[in-house]
């Protein structure tokens, strides 16, 4: 009986030994792993799949970059001298004539850069009437008597003769040549802002010229006969101010006589209607 259990558990330990051989043969080089189809789908999806980007917020971090380059470039600009207000150009503190170099924005995605702006056009400027044509009180030993108008238009003075030997000497604008015309009349009527109403013979003349003139303008400070209005006789010549006082001292008008609405405003009131007026 002994003998049997030796022998059964013998048995036993050799069953085992075999069943641990046959084991590690078994496993000694384990078979790959495998994955089912449906199983690595998604993975294999996943790997090849891009990532997804944010193009709108990446738009918005790379415009705000570029923004902040921008400012920083400008930033870094000079100052530019001068500033334009309402049209008028200033100096930082004080007011110029002219444009300058200013600040001007090239494109709307650019920096601003500092262009030169042309000087506007300036009109020429007049000439100023010679100070020898404002009045003045000087002697005078003519013939003439007092209360008498003389007007040398060789020499563009009008002459007021007063007396004791005196004459008041007006500066005055004279016929141009082949206008020049010498003569004696009376006042015959005085006004004060008086209209003008062109012969037909000068509308017609200055038409040729390219200058258009109206067939009648409303006295006033722009019209051409100016403050005051001396009539000579039955002719269209007058003794009258002007809107063109720089013209004084020069042979311009058409025969009549012209003088600064200040000087005329004042011969206008020492004179009266029959006043005598020589012209040489």
């Not at 010679?130 to 002459?159: A, M, R």
């Not at 030997?165 to 015959?188: D, I, L, N, Q, S």
């Not at 006969?225 to 004084?248: D, E, F, K, M, V």
Request: with cysteine; glycine share 10%; net charge positive.
């Amino acid at each position: 009986m002994r003998i049997l259990s030796l022998f059964a558990g013998a048995a036993a330990a050799f069953a085992l030994l075999v069943s641990g051989a046959t084991a590690g043969e078994r496993y000694g080089k384990r078979p790959p792993l495998t994955v089912s189809p449906d199983l690595s789908a998604p993975w294999v999806m996943q790997l090849k799949r891009k990532p997804t980007i944010d193009r709108s917020n990446t738009a918005r971090r790379i415009g705000n970059a570029e923004a902040i380059a921008r400012a920083r470039r400008t930033m870094d600009q000079p100052r530019p001298a001068y500033v334009r207000r309402g049209g008028v150009v200033y100096e930082r503190g004080a007011q110029v004539r002219f444009a300058e170099p200013r600040a001007t924005r090239t494109h709307r995605n650019r920096p601003l850069e500092t262009a030169a702006v042309a000087r506007p056009a300036q009109k020429p400027a007049r000439p100023q009437m010679n100070p020898i044509y404002l009045p003045q009180t000087i002697d005078y030993d003519g013939p003439e008597k007092p209360g008498t108008i003389v007007i040398d238009t060789t020499q563009n003075f009008l002459y007021l003769v007063q007396p004791n030997g005196k004459a008041r000497r007006y500066g005055v604008g004279t016929g141009k040549p082949g206008f020049e015309w010498a003569g004696t009349h009376k006042v015959t009527q005085k006004r004060e802002w008086p209209d003008w109403r062109p012969p037909a013979e000068m509308i017609a003349r200055e038409r040729k010229k390219g200058r258009i003139l109206p067939v009648h303008m409303k006295g006033g400070p722009a019209n051409p006969l100016g403050a005051r209005a001396l009539y000579l006789g039955s002719t269209l010549y007058r003794i009258h101010g002007t809107n063109q006082p720089w013209t004084i001292g020069q042979a311009v008008s058409s025969g009549c006589i012209r003088m600064r609405n200040e000087d005329v405003i004042e011969l206008y009131e020492r004179v009266g209607v029959g006043t005598r007026v020589k012209v040489i």
